[in-house]
């Protein structure tokens, strides 16, 4: 007897394999994430190279090379990260704990994100804004196009804000970030952060966004004048369940 995984793919992993996700019948119903990684080198070998770098992600959360997990989970292998849609691909959690973290398909309305950490006890709320360059390392970017693991993204922000919450005790954040075409100048992502006192604010603003890069699961696609290029984890060897340390904690 035979079990049928099914596993999505996302951003350049896709593109390369050419399809959005994979179903292979294996006769075990259970494996450690390292193990899929392994039997999907061996049908693709001609994509070792990002296999070996993507992450698994069960149900959700990123699964490290010994987690086990079952060909009934919601599997996904994810490369990594960089830092149109329908709407009925927008998500925004509309629950207390998570109604402060978005991904869209559409314009970002700073002003709206602001106004989502807002507190009549912080004297401090800054908004960090991203917005698409046209020149990098000499070379003229024509747009950016974002691909997102929706559900996974949204969770993966509202970790971050309960991560700025512990650190900086009484700190709000809210973070919208936009998939799609986005074009020169124009938003792809606001970080709001609001506290009693400026220091924080800045020291949780900058953690979230690089936190942000480290581990959401939104990827960027660059489209040059004379091609395209995905773009994947700039600080390094790339391990989303590490810890980011604050500069007070180096």
Not at 21 to 46: C, H, M, N, T, Y
Not at 84 to 94: L, V
């Amino acid at each position: 007897m035979t079990n049928t995984w099914t596993i999505s793919l996302f951003a350049g992993l896709a593109e390369r394999i050419e399809t959005r996700s994979v179903q292979l019948e294996w006769e075990e119903s259970r494996l450690k994430a390292g193990q899929i990684k392994q039997r999907l080198a061996d049908k693709f070998p001609q994509h070792a190279d990002i296999l070996s770098v993507s992450f698994l992600a069960c149900n959700h959360s990123y699964a490290n090379d010994e987690t086990l997990v079952s060909c009934s989970d919601e599997l996904a292998l994810l490369p990594p990260v960089s830092g149109g849609t329908d709407k009925a691909s927008q998500s925004e959690d509309q629950s207390s704990e998570h109604s402060r973290y978005a991904i869209i398909d559409s314009l970002i309305d700073v002003n709206g994100v602001l106004n989502k950490v807002y507190h009549p006890d912080h004297g401090a709320a800054i908004a960090f804004i991203g917005t698409t360059r046209e020149w990098t390392a000499g070379q003229r970017t024509v747009t950016l196009e974002y691909e997102a693991y929706v559900p996974m993204a949204v969770s993966a922000l509202a970790q971050i804000g309960e991560e700025i919450s512990a650190r900086w005790p009484g700190t709000l954040c809210a973070i919208t970030h936009r998939t799609g075409t986005v074009g020169i100048g124009e938003i792809s992502v606001v970080i709001a952060v609001s506290s009693s006192h400026r220091a924080a604010s800045y020291e949780a603003s900058r953690y979230a966004i690089e936190r942000l890069k480290q581990k959401v699961p939104i990827w960027k696609k660059e489209v040059y004048e004379d091609g395209t290029e995905w773009k994947g984890h700039q600080l390094g060897p790339w391990d989303p369940t590490a810890t980011l340390d604050t500069p007070e904690e180096k």
